[in-house]
């Protein structure tokens, strides 16, 4: 398995989230991949300086294109970090960094995840997350450290202009499909980030 660290939009590396790639081993009958291997992705962590979690919840999503989901985090007692993964269409998939002694808090990082590049993007607990559906439809599986809780959810709205996120597709006007909550999320600025 390969792994990356992400670069924000100023050009600084981005502590914290990286983007694994494993090894694909085709044949004619299609291919074969370890999508997770709790010994690789710790030892990979720990070479990064992060500290292993374990995970203890699987969620599955479905989306139509130009739907757009996020940006969410939880808060104590129920912060979680994500796994996430692509296995239908593609995605182009955003981490904010939230930690507010970060040298790069309320910058993002973003990568294009798809069922054919096999990527995965780690977020660390102090990251909001969002997701922008690119193709006619995607199907995303992530796996989170924390249980969700409705009373430690935030978000904050994707159209953030102090985030400024360059979201594919969105360039020309066009609108996403966001959800009644998502829509009406407070901005950073008028949120007490506790990470």
Known sequence: ?????????????MQGPLLF????????????????????????????????????QDNHSHSIR?????LHYQVAPCPQAKLVRC????????????????????????????????????LPVGFAHG?????????????TTGLWSRECEQSIRWSDPDLAIDWPMLQGNMKPIVSNKDAISPFLRDQLCVF
């Not at 981490?95 to 990082?109: E, K």
């Open 21 to 56: 790639t494993p090894q694909v081993f085709p044949d004619e009958r299609g291919f074969f991949l370890e999508s997770w291997n709790k010994l690789d992705f710790c030892g990979l962590l720990e070479t990064d300086g992060q500290v292993a979690m374990e995970f203890v």
């Open 131 to 143: 997701f922008l559906t690119l193709s006619s439809e995607a199907e995303v599986l992530y796996k």
């Open 66 to 70: 130009g739907v757009l989901r996020g």
């Open 1 to 13: 398995m390969r792994v990356n660290q992400l670069k924000s939009k100023f050009g600084t590396t």
């Open 87 to 122: 296995v239908v269409g593609e995605i182009f998939d955003v981490a904010v960094d939230l930690r507010l002694h970060s040298p790069t808090y309320g910058q993002w990082v973003s990568a294009n995840l798809s069922a054919l590049n096999y990527q995965q993007l780690w």
